[in-house]
């Protein structure tokens, strides 16, 4: 019996050791997998934009800008978060959008301002959107739904470029993330908006909006949509218990100024 | 890795190739048995089974080999696991990953050759004993009185 446990110590011991010091290499590396390297994905970034300005209008408003960029730093400053490491943009665009792009840009549609009740649930979709790019949402679904083939030929540039571009773009500002990026994305932004003494319940808010937008696009048969329902749940559950000294967000000129800003 | 310790008795020409042919089991559902590590167990386990009331000799190679099949499920079983979780969830590629990947490589090749090596000397009438599941075997099997 004592040989026989003299012997599996041994054996664990040495697959452990094998094992961490292995895990100490840099195979990633040097099996060239990491192929979205900085450089690369610096490149595809830049495409990105290029392709966001020539397809949709930003909004120059002054003021809304100062507006969205006041909420942007209370948000960082709250959190440690770097302030340099988001933009934010406002986009001319009906459509109920908002979405980030690699390189830290998030584009928040004005037809979802337009929609949102309160600067408070403006607060809570620009926290969503931080936490993706802070989390690395948009590399994972990149790599995942897009394919590296497709983010190689963007970034290479020629001929199959455009498309492959318009395929991410697509993909980025269409779909959702996968169900637990995006609870793990609305989780963090409860926690952004906690810390920026903003309250956070304002998220069920904007899911029962988005909730009854989706409903009324969609014929009744197919009802209410399972993952806002689900989100809307554990957001409640999340914020529930939250007390906070709220300070105003935004006063009610300079909400009604981004409103109105792309008009 | 493997001993040769004394055995008891020497073994009859029936029993060796008894014995020898419960290594092989493991050998020939390797195929199935890497997408499936559970299927080699179960193999290994069912001609254990079957030779349950063989000779010490046999039973004690069965029940070697039987035993053998339980670390290597285990390793096979959590990269299998892994890789899934890799491929089905947004978990990403690691060193961590590929270290472990390489160990468990190398760790179904030093079993296969151990299990090819014991199978041919058992077949000859060798007693071979394997590095901790040798001394596990000599614990639970012991000779009829």
Not at chain 1, 138 to 165: F, N, R, T, Y
């Amino acid at each position: 019996m004592k040989r026989f446990f003299l012997h599996l110590s041994l054996s664990l011991l040495l697959f452990g050791g094998l094992w961490f010091g292995l895990s100490q290499i840099n195979w990633i590396g040097i099996l060239g997998l990491d192929v979205l390297t900085q450089k690369t994905e610096q490149k595809l970034e830049d495409l990105l934009w290029d392709a966001i300005q020539d397809s949709e209008e930003i909004c120059s408003d002054t003021e809304a800008n100062e507006a969205l960029q006041s909420m942007w730093t209370r948000i960082c400053e709250a959190n440690q978060l770097d302030s340099s490491s988001v933009k934010v943009h406002l986009v001319n665009n009906d459509e109920i959008n908002a979405f980030a792009l690699p390189g830290g840009h998030i584009l928040i549609h004005s037809g979802l301002v337009q929609t949102l009740e309160s600067p408070e649930e403006l607060a809570g979709v620009l926290g969503h959107e931080v936490a993706h790019v802070q989390l690395n949402h948009i590399s994972k679904k990149l790599a995942k739904e897009v394919g590296v083939s497709i983010l190689l030929s963007a970034a290479g540039g020629g001929s199959a470029a455009g498309e492959a571009i318009k395929e991410i773009l697509s993909q980025l500002s269409s779909s959702a993330y996968d169900r637990s990026l995006e609870k793990e994305a609305d989780l963090k932004s409860v926690k952004y908006l906690k810390n920026a003494g903003i309250n956070p319940s304002s998220m069920v808010g904007v899911m029962e909006k988005l909730e009854s937008e989706v409903q009324s696009d969609l014929p009744s048969w197919l009802g209410s949509h399972p993952d806002l329902s689900e989100r809307k749940e554990y957001l409640k559950k999340a914020t529930e218990n939250i007390e906070l000294t709220e300070k105003p967000l935004l006063d009610s000129t300079a909400w009604e100024g981004l409103q109105t800003a792309c008009d | 890795m493997i001993s040769k310790p004394a055995f008891p008795y020497r073994p009859e020409e029936y029993e060796t190739e008894k014995a020898s042919n419960a290594y092989l089991m493991s050998l020939v559902v390797v195929i199935v048995g890497l997408p499936f590590p559970i299927i080699n167990l179960i193999a290994t386990w069912g001609y254990y089974m079957g030779q349950r009331k063989s000779s010490y000799f046999v039973r004690w190679h069965c029940l070697q080999a039987l035993l053998s099949q339980i670390s290597i499920v285990l390793i096979n079983a959590f990269a299998l696991g892994w890789t899934w979780s890799i491929i089905l969830t947004d978990r990403s590629l690691s060193n961590a990953y590929l270290a472990y990947m390489a160990v468990a490589i190398l760790y179904n090749l030093l079993e296969f050759a151990v299990t090819i090596v014991t199978a041919i000397e058992t077949r000859k009438g060798q007693h071979l004993s394997w590095w901790m599941y040798g001394p596990l075997t000599h614990l639970l099997c012991k000779p009829k009185p």
